[in-house]
């Protein structure tokens, strides 16, 4: 959450009501420690992602220690051969030193106390190009010579309109990522072994410039990242108050984001937003990534929004979805009683671009808690979507977390929101979950599982002839989980990062 109050604040349910109290964080806390994975020359933290055209090309980034002043990539279709290696083409990599205990950026060049021990290393990168649609490839990366990584598998994308796919979303990590995240993920991975790509809605972690919390991050996944093209949103957690050579502080996003990650870039955009705002393109399923984060900017912002109006102009896809950190509307009842959080400016500039072109589906994090919504048509306006009642819809809103930090929803239930047109139809406190979406032809299908892996919320969007939607609710659903009728809340702050 917003980092003015976050240090204020710690969660704490007591006794059998489940009573919500804010208590000094400070007080009697003892945090888990964990490990850290030093570079070597050997490589790690491998991660794909995808560029703008997934089905012939995608991105894979990897570390190694600063020995390695050279690497390459090699990449080969698979086959049933067992030999299918000697027929790689080999591949060199682009390579770049990154200090560990200070970043630069366009913004500056910045001090990173917490990575202040840490030795520097050197990050490696590929994109793969011209390869075949619909196609399994088999890769590997190296460190020093002769020091390859196992071989991965990577599908790359579909080009036919009708092929069905298949993905994750997953709401904020951001505490207990070694301890917790890690049985989210691969709960999810192993439940949706098809999926295509998963997207992280920001706050991967809790402090971006702490190389520690990245270890574990990217640790969580291994194979899974390096594997399942990962579509990454920046969060306000991966940005800081960073504290230039000049003693200024600065609000700017980790210079370790780009280091670690090879997104696509959007030429049109400003250079701050490079790398952070983007859209990838699968069959008849567009993605387009917005940083909401921004500075704080309203004019990078609406450079933001001018830039989705365009592209979702010139979309030939019929789904299109939208991902980004902060919610268009809010549902976090912190800090305890106020109001609770609101994102006005962003809801300013994205909305009315998301309403003008009827995106399907926005996919959200930051106020670790659950909820979906929807904005009715002008037939459905301000109607509630269930089982029994469908609902001709413009646009779907969900916000989820994934972590275990979970906060209590507003007690207006969005009634401040009303005169947009939105109804919040779906909530949970107290509940990380994981999202499965499959896309067919004219259906678009969105399961919520709790880490147990029960079902916690579905429906489906079916698109007719004329591009219009109508929202069918999962009959069946469970009781709506709060922290009244959920198990003992202690806090996230003793968590290990």
């Known amino acids: 959450m917003t980092p003015f109050w976050i240090s204020s604040f710690l969660l704490l349910l007591i006794g059998t009501g489940n009573a919500i109290s804010a208590q000094s964080p400070q007080a009697n806390i003892i945090k888990d420690t964990t490990p850290y994975i030093a570079a070597s020359s050997w490589p790690d933290r491998i991660i794909i992602t995808p560029t703008k055209s997934p089905a012939t090309s995608l991105s894979v980034t990897w570390r190694s220690d600063q020995s390695v002043t050279s690497s390459q990539a090699q990449i080969v279709q698979a086959s049933p051969d067992a030999r299918y290696d000697i027929h790689a083409t080999t591949i060199e990599a682009n390579t770049h030193a990154t200090s560990l205990r200070q970043g630069k950026n366009n913004q500056g060049t910045f001090r990173y106390p917490a990575n202040a021990q840490l030795s520097a290393v050197n990050y490696h990168s590929v994109t793969f190009k011209g ?91 291994q194979f899974i990242h390096s594997m399942l093209p990962a579509i990454l949103v920046p969060g306000n957690h991966e940005y800081d108050w960073q504290v230039d050579k000049n003693e200024q502080r600065k609000w700017a996003l980790s210079t370790l984001w780009q280091d670690q990650f090879t997104l696509p870039l959007t030429p049109t955009l400003p250079i701050e937003l490079q790398e952070t705002v983007y859209v990838t393109r699968y069959p008849d399923l567009d993605i387009f990534v917005l940083n909401s984060e921004a500075l704080g900017s309203i004019a990078l912002l609406q450079a933001q929004a001018q830039w ?88 779907v809103f969900v916000t989820s977390v994934a972590g275990p930090k979970t906060y209590p929803q507003k007690p207006t239930r969005w009634q401040e929101y009303r005169d947009y047109g939105v109804t919040l139809e779906r909530i949970g406190e107290n509940t990380p979950t994981y999202q499965i979406i499959q896309k067919t032809a004219n259906k678009l299908r969105y399961q919520s599982f709790t880490t147990d892996g029960k ?22 659903l469970p009781l709506q989980r709060t922290f009244d009728n959920t198990g003992s809340y202690k806090s996230h702050h003793d968590l290990a990062e």
Not at 360 to 389: E, F, K, N
Not at 461 to 467: A, Y
């Open 131 to 221: 390869l075949q649609a619909d196609t399994l490839y088999n890769y590997r990366v190296n460190g020093a010579e002769n020091q390859w990584s196992p071989w991965q598998q990577i599908k790359t994308a579909a080009q036919k309109t009708n092929s069905d796919i298949e993905f994750l979303y997953f709401g904020d990590a951001q505490n207990g990522i070694y301890s917790h995240w890690p049985l989210v993920l691969r709960k999810a991975w192993q439940q949706a072994s098809n999926a295509e790509f998963a997207i992280y809605a920001g706050d991967l972690v809790n402090e971006g410039a702490s190389d520690h919390q990245w270890s574990n991050w990217l640790n969580a996944g």
């Open 455 to 476: 079902l916690y919320d579905g429906f489906s969007l079916e698109k007719d002839q004329d591009g219009k939607n109508t929202l069918h609710i999962d009959s069946g």
């Open 308 to 395: 989705l109006d365009e592209t979702l102009q010139n979309s030939s896809a019929k789904w299109r979805i939208v991902t980004m950190h902060h919610p268009i509307f809010s549902s976090c009842g912190m800090p305890l009683n106020t109001p609770g959080q609101d994102e006005p400016d962003v809801r300013a500039a994205f909305l009315p671009v998301f309403l003008k072109h009827n995106v399907d589906l926005v996919l959200q994090g930051h106020d670790h808690t659950y909820s979906r919504g929807s904005i009715g048509t002008a037939d459905d306006i301000s109607r509630i979507a269930s089982p029994t009642a469908p609902k001709k819809v413009k646009s």
